[in-house]
């Protein structure tokens, strides 16, 4: 809507006014989306630091468990119990809908949910609370990364948001009251020469009849 291109009639200036509703409609609309999109923005940015939080302290309870379940099994036998194990881990990711923007919830699926994937015979209790910390070190890391890609989509549709508000508030609208007024202007001006036409030839005529 860079260019305008309109004629100086009455059809015209009702139809730039009906456009000039729907822009400031449309205006008013966007801001109230984009007013919620910040509140969302903001809600999720708390629960994604916090979630960060929770990583990096679980992490380094994990790495602290890790290690003394090494210590408490032998490096080789923790690696062997590793490499050995039949957990494998996988994720559905879904879409949720956030006032039209789409952003993924991201779901944990174990392989065998219901029983340890590694032999309890040749582990250790260190090494049970190891293997614990780090599935849900795994989960609080899944849940960063969903509350992270979120925020990168919301960023991005209150920047589009955005620039539509700024273009309807800045351009679009001042432009189109522009030519409001103008064909107002015009209008207006059109009358007032045609008043001005009439009584002359009024004036003209009423001579001619008294003469």
């Known amino acids: 809507m860079s260019l305008l ?3 100086p009639t009455r059809m015209e200036l009702i139809g730039m006014r009906k456009r000039l509703k729907l822009a400031r409609r449309a205006h008013d609309l966007l801001r109230e989306k984009q007013d919620a999109l910040m509140m969302e923005f903001l809600s999720i940015i708390q629960k994604y630091l916090d979630l960060r939080k929770q990583v990096d302290f679980l992490l380094q309870k994990t790495f602290k468990s890790v290690i003394k379940a090494k210590m408490s099994i032998g490096i080789k036998n923790f690696y062997e119990i590793i490499y050995s194990s039949n957990f494998n881990v996988k994720t559905k990711i879904k879409l949720r809908n956030i006032m039209g923007v789409y952003t ?6 174990k392989s065998q949910p219901t029983q340890i994937p590694y032999s309890i015979h ?14 849900n070190t795994l989960l609080a890391i899944i849940k960063m990364a969903e509350a992270e890609s979120t925020l990168k989509a919301l960023a991005e549709e209150i920047k589009s948001v955005k620039r539509r508000v700024n273009a309807l508030e800045y351009v679009i609208i001042p432009k189109i009251e522009r030519i409001v007024k103008n064909i107002e202007q015009y209008l207006s001006e059109r009358e007032r020469e045609d008043i001005f036409r009439i009584k002359r030839l009024m004036s003209i005529r009423s001579k001619s009849i008294t003469a």
């Open 5 to 7: 291109v309109y004629k």
């Open 104 to 109: 993924p919830v991201i779901e944990l699926i």
């Open 122 to 135: 040749y582990s250790s209790s260190a090494f049970d609370d190891a293997y614990a910390l780090a599935n």
